[in-house]
């Protein structure tokens, strides 16, 4: 075998190895309800005090989403305990589970696909503007 493509196969596995690694590390389901414990409590400060910008709650659904690999009830029990939950709504046909989190000027959520343990692109929209 010539140098140069044992190296290349040896680089290959390599990758390999860090994205299987990396896969699992994401699915992990005690690391995914700490960042959902992390962003629910992010966005209850955000909801009590900003009133005048969206750009602040896009920014942090920007740095926590997607949720990958998460219990689906500890997911749950995370966001029933938030103080600005709004609704928790379940679509039996999808297994997908709408959560709204809500001020009287900001309204912020995402959906959470059960069986695919993921979540979908989150939403941050004015309520009364």
């Not at 966005?43 to 949720?67: H, M, S």
């Not at 709408?98 to 069986?115: E, M, P």
Request: overall charge positive; proline content about 5%.
């Amino acid at each position: 075998m010539q140098p140069n493509r044992s190296f290349a196969i040896w680089a290959a596995t390599i990758a390999l190895l860090c994205a299987v690694k990396a896969q699992i590390a994401r699915a992990d389901p005690a690391s995914c309800i700490e960042k959902v414990s992390s962003y629910v409590a992010e966005v209850d400060q955000l909801l009590a005090k900003e009133r005048n910008w969206i750009t602040p709650f896009d920014d942090l659904n920007d740095r926590y989403f997607p949720f990958q690999g998460c219990d689906t009830d500890a997911l749950l029990e995370v966001v029933w305990e938030a103080r600005f939950r709004q609704s928790i709504t379940y679509n039996p046909r999808a297994k997908e589970y709408l959560i709204q989190f809500s001020s009287n000027d900001v309204r912020v959520g995402f959906s959470y696909r059960a069986l695919e343990k993921k979540s979908n692109r989150p939403f941050a929209v004015w309520v009364n503007k």
